[in-house]
């Protein structure tokens, strides 16, 4: 049984930092693309931040340059660090996977594990 579990959502300042964890479950972790999805308040959510199980690594242009993804097989958990925060990242944030053949393809239709999503307020 495939799990996700984010963690480390919660308040941040304008120009903080912040880190979110998400801790995988139920398969094996280093063959998976794995990726991070943003949910603004009145919007549609979408792709972020995405790794391959070959570390290959694709960001959105709006977080390009402030936030980073990163994964630890040894202890199947995906990061993604958050820096210079804006108003504009307040949001739920889901952590993604599925098994992947190749590339990592960062389109959610793809993703089939999702975690139950973390709120971040940025203010």
């Known amino acids: 049984h495939v799990q996700l579990v984010e963690s480390g959502g919660g308040s941040g300042q304008t120009g903080g930092s912040l880190t979110l964890p998400c801790a995988a479950s139920?398969?094996?972790?280093?063959?998976?693309?794995m990726a991070w999805f943003h949910q603004s308040p009145g919007k549609e959510r979408e792709g972020i931040a995405a790794?391959?199980?070959?570390?290959?690594?694709s960001y959105a242009d709006s977080v390009k340059g402030r936030f980073t993804i990163s994964k630890d097989n040894a202890e199947a958990s995906l990061y993604l660090q958050m820096n210079s925060l804006k108003s504009g990242d307040t949001g739920v944030y889901y952590c993604a996977a599925y098994l992947a053949a190749g590339d990592c393809n960062s389109s959610q239709d793809n993703f089939a594990y999702w975690g139950q999503g973390t709120q971040v307020t940025v203010s």
């Open positions: 790794i391959g199980k070959d570390g290959v690594i």
């Open positions: 139920g398969y094996t972790y280093s063959s998976y693309c």
